[in-house]
């Protein structure tokens, strides 16, 4: 009987040690995949950081975008519907950072052309930006007012030639000997001097690469 009781109370102290071992186990695995979930969480969070994607910046309408012209354009060889290249001739700053470098391509558009009229009419033609041109991720979309630029009057000039038609009626007129001749002499040279300036066009505009110009945006862009 009591190699009995001795034995039983072997049993339940191996029992004991048994249990002991497996809930200290347990406890072991429990910890260490909490710690794994922990470092996976932070990877996680580290790689989201990553991909976020940069918040974007508004450039509010009324902004100035100085450009210098690539591609040149004037009213004898542009036309409207024409597209020409630019790049910023200054960076775009907006609340103290740089939004746009300079150098940035723009993509522009040739709105309006005239020629200069024989007889009246000045030169003039109409440009406008029409997007930013980004080196990676698509372009922007953008809308600036037109801007207009007009030719020179020539009005001083076609004066100085009429009068200076007139000048040799007048002498042709003195060589004819006075009254008829004089008539004669100021048809005569009013006539020269109006076909001068008819066969002569006004000032043309004429802009080339490296030429700076203003524009206005006409509505807030996103960047």
């Known amino acids: ?29 429990t910890s260490g995949l909490s710690e794994t979930s922990a470092d996976s969480g932070k990877k996680s969070e580290g790689l989201f950081d990553k991909i976020r994607p940069e918040p974007k910046i508004t450039i509010p309408a009324g902004s100035r975008l100085r450009v210098a012209l690539i591609d040149g354009v004037s009213t004898t060889k542009s036309s409207p519907g024409d597209h020409f ?11 103290g950072k740089t939004v746009l470098e300079k150098g940035t391509k723009v993509r522009g558009r040739v709105v309006d052309v005239k020629e200069s009229g024989r007889v009246k009419g000045r030169a003039s033609i109409q440009l406008t930006l029409t997007e930013i041109i980004r080196d990676k991720g698509k372009n922007v ?6 801007f207009t630029a007009v030719a020179e009057s020539t009005k001083k000039r076609d004066a100085g030639i009429i ?3 007139a000048g040799v009626g007048a002498a042709i007129g003195a060589i004819a000997g006075g009254g008829k001749g004089a008539a004669i002499g100021a048809a005569v040279g009013g006539g020269a001097g109006t076909g001068t300036v008819l ?21 807030p862009v996103e960047i």
């Open 1 to 29: 009987m009591k190699e009995f009781f001795k034995m039983k109370r072997i049993l339940y102290i191996l029992y004991l040690l048994l249990t002991t071992v497996w809930l200290a186990s347990t406890a072991g695995c």
């Open 85 to 95: 290249l630019a790049s910023l001739a200054e960076p775009v700053i907006v609340d």
């Open 141 to 146: 979309a953008i809308s600036t007012k037109p």
């Open 163 to 165: 009068a200076g038609g």
């Open 199 to 219: 066969a002569t066009r006004g000032k043309q505009i004429n802009y080339g690469p490296e030429t700076r110009l203003l524009f206005t945006l006409a509505s």
